[in-house]
């Protein structure tokens, strides 16, 4: 039995008074994209918080990779591209500078950094096409590359398990493309994806399944499934076929 790379067990998530989250239930297995889909204040942000552990449920378990968050994290198993709003885009760093930092936990205390992490972070510049932009500093580049500079952060790092929170909000096309083809070429290697869009078009090309999410999944299946007009009604809370 092939045991999820994301195994999140009964989550329920309160802010004060406010349920976020109530009794979530997701299991993606490794090699697998799924994507989130749900609308603004349906518990997407908060759910990728708990993944990362930055936020501790109330009741529930999150395992990544059969490990407690924190601990995954610590491991380099979990990569993050947050969204666009959670980044202070004047600090500065160069795009290679922020693709380095994925090599961190591999450096040790010292965080010299090494001939093998140059290498990695290379390799992942070229695979995102931004090896140009290298000594460009991080809040010069457009949307969509900003985007790309994570994900390669997560390549350099060697994630197994990515979480992307909204990575096509204000992106080019060219960017969109770039990402997706990455995001297959990695699941295919084995790795594990779980991406929140609002994009229903690209869905059936973007991920092998779904989840629709309104404070608990109330769909978990393939995109196929998910973009049943029931179900999307169910999430949504509206007729969005016309929206499609």
């Known amino acids: 039995m092939t045991t999820p790379a994301i195994d999140v067990d009964g989550v329920t998530v309160y802010y004060g008074d406010v349920q976020a989250l109530e009794g979530v239930r997701l299991a993606v297995n490794p090699g697998r994209i799924c994507a989130l889909i749900g609308m603004?204040?349906?518990g997407k942000?908060?759910?990728f918080k708990t993944l990362m552990g930055m936020v501790v449920p109330?009741?529930?378990t999150v395992r990544i990779g059969g490990e407690k968050p924190a601990v995954a994290r610590r491991c380099g198993l979990l990569g993050y591209v947050p969204q666009s709003e959670a980044v202070d885009w004047s600090f500065p760093l160069s795009v290679r500078d922020v693709v380095t930092t994925g090599r961190y936990g591999?450096?040790?205390f010292t965080r010299r950094v090494r001939r093998t992490d140059r290498a990695?972070?290379?390799e992942a510049l070229e695979r995102v096409e931004l090896t140009d932009l290298a000594a460009r500093q991080i809040g010069q580049l457009s949307g969509g590359q900003r985007k790309r500079a994570f994900v390669a952060r997560g390549i350099a790092q060697g994630a197994r398990i990515l979480l992307l929170d909204e990575p096509f909000a204000g992106v080019d096309k060219r960017s969109e493309a770039t990402i997706t083809?990455?995001?297959r070429e990695l699941a295919a290697d084995g790795a594990t994806v779980l991406i929140s869009t609002h994009d229903l078009?690209?869905?059936p090309g973007l991920a092998d399944e779904a989840a629709l999410l309104m404070r608990r999944v109330l769909v978990h299946g393939?995109?196929?499934e998910a973009l049943q007009p029931g179900n999307l009604a169910l999430a949504f809370g509206l007729d969005v076929l016309g929206q499609r």
Request: charged share 20%; net charge negative.
């Open 40 to 42: 603004n204040g349906s």
């Open 58 to 60: 109330d009741r529930g």
């Open 45 to 47: 942000s908060t759910l």
């Open 120 to 122: 990695a972070v290379d």
């Open 222 to 224: 393939s995109t196929d």
């Open 106 to 108: 591999r450096m040790g």
């Open 181 to 183: 083809g990455l995001l």
């Open 201 to 203: 078009h690209a869905l």
